[in-house]
């Protein structure tokens, strides 16, 4: 069984930065067998999507409006996922879910995530 808790959202002005940390906790098998790791957002009204994902072994993956503003990365040792947010936009705004699979394909459609955090918010103001 794995657990994940994000933290670091809040309130900042379009072209600030965020850091959003996602502590992953459980048995060492269950943390192992999560290949796929990853970050989704929802804005009131509007489906959950994909931000970015990493593989366990480095690959990532990054939606279009966020690619060269966003990076994904993670510590395998102290089991954490990173999401760094620069030039953060009014459009950036949501609620932000880390979510993990197993398997090797990391898809981007969060149904096929089993694993999520409660969220963590963030605002961006013009």
């Known amino acids: 069984q794995v657990q994940l808790a994000e933290s670091g959202g809040g309130s900042v002005q379009a072209g600030g930065s965020l850091r959003l940390t996602c502590a992953i906790s459980g048995d060492t098998s269950s943390i192992a067998a999560t290949n796929c790791r990853g970050w989704f957002r929802q804005a009131p009204g509007k489906d959950r999507e994909q931000v970015a994902l990493i593989h366990k072994y480095g690959r990532t993956n990054y939606a279009y409006s966020v690619k060269g503003r966003f990076a994904i990365s993670q510590d395998n040792r102290d089991n954490m996922l990173f999401l760094q947010m620069n030039n953060l936009k009014p459009e950036d705004s949501g609620q932000y879910f880390c979510?993990?699979?197993?398997?090797?394909?990391?898809?981007?459609?969060?149904?096929?995530?089993?694993?999520w955090g409660q969220g963590t918010q963030v605002t961006v103001s013009s």
């Open positions: 979510a993990a699979k197993t398997g090797s394909y990391c898809s981007t459609r969060p149904e096929l995530y089993p694993t």
